[in-house]
């Protein structure tokens, strides 16, 4: 299994990372500042680091001059994590040995995925997730109930066409409240949540389904018009297993994506 060191102090962003790396099959082992992370690289021998370059304390670029000054770079692969995504500071960055960056403005969980992808070889746990996602196309649809919960009519009508021509059952819901109400009465085995919803918006419709021991496992999908950073972390913060930004996804990709959580939530 191979193992990533994330050196982040942002706690929010931390777990959003540790969470999606763990669904991957990854070992994660974590530091909240340059100092223990420069520890934890020589003491876990990580194969992959993801560092952050503005932290208290040691910041990210002195993390990276140590590292090259004890010959650790550029063997061990490394990715930023830039606050300003300036190139000046990512071509700095790269003089160091780093692999390649991500730009916190423009974070993306499954971005992450694809850019360590290109370095690491995938392990039998990655093997093992590629492989359930695979097994969802050899189950009857039939069998997975889907709640869209979306106040757009063309969008919701769009979505509703869609998963329901790929063979599940779809419910669907204009407001919060009502998603609420179908959501506690039918138990779908995955929800897509709009954010910006009319009475109780999606951030509450959230909370409320967390606070549940009835149906607080089922894996949620936001959906989301904002692309704010602060709204998606506060979602994720509230317990939503993913999101996804309509305007940078067709209808298929969504589906695709509730195919990909359904793999990894019911298939063993």
């Given at each position: 299994m191979a193992k990533i060191l994330i050196i982040e102090d942002e706690e929010i962003l931390l777990n959003i990372l540790k969470n999606k790396l763990q669904k991957e099959g990854y070992d994660v082992i974590v530091a909240q500042d340059g100092g223990d992370g420069i520890q934890k690289i020589k003491s876990e021998n990580p194969d992959l680091v993801l560092l952050d370059i503005l932290m208290p304390k040691m910041s990210g670029m002195e993390v990276l001059e140590i590292l090259k000054k004890d010959g650790i770079l550029p063997s061990l692969p490394v990715i930023v994590i830039s606050n300003s995504g300036q190139p000046v500071e990512l071509e700095k960055v790269k003089a160091y040995g780093v692999k390649d960056a991500l730009v916190k403005a423009e974070f993306n969980p499954q971005e992450v995925i694809d850019k360590i992808e290109r370095f690491l070889p995938k392990d039998d746990v990655a093997q093992k997730n590629e492989e359930s996602h695979k097994t969802i196309s050899d189950i009857d649809p039939s069998a997975f109930l889907v709640l869209v919960v979306e106040d757009d009519k063309f969008l919701r009508d769009l979505m509703i066409q869609k998963i329901s021509k790929e063979g599940f059952n779809v419910l669907d819901a204009v407001d919060g409240?009502?998603?609420?109400?179908?959501?506690?009465?039918?138990?779908?085995?995955?929800?897509?949540?709009?954010?910006?919803?009319?009475?109780?918006?999606?951030?509450?419709?959230?909370?409320?389904?967390?606070?549940?021991?009835?149906?607080?496992?089922?894996?949620?999908?936001?959906?989301?018009n904002l692309g704010q950073q602060d709204d998606l972390d506060k979602a994720m913060q509230l317990g939503a297993t993913d999101y996804l930004i309509k305007a940078h996804n067709t209808p298929g990709e969504i589906v695709q994506k509730v195919k990909t959580l359904l793999a990894e939530n019911y298939i063993v």
């Open positions: 409240e009502d998603g609420l109400k179908i959501a506690f009465e039918k138990k779908p085995h995955i929800i897509l949540l709009d954010l910006m919803l009319p009475g109780i918006d999606g951030f509450e419709v959230l909370k409320r389904l967390r606070e549940s021991d009835k149906i607080d496992k089922i894996p949620i999908l936001i959906l989301s």
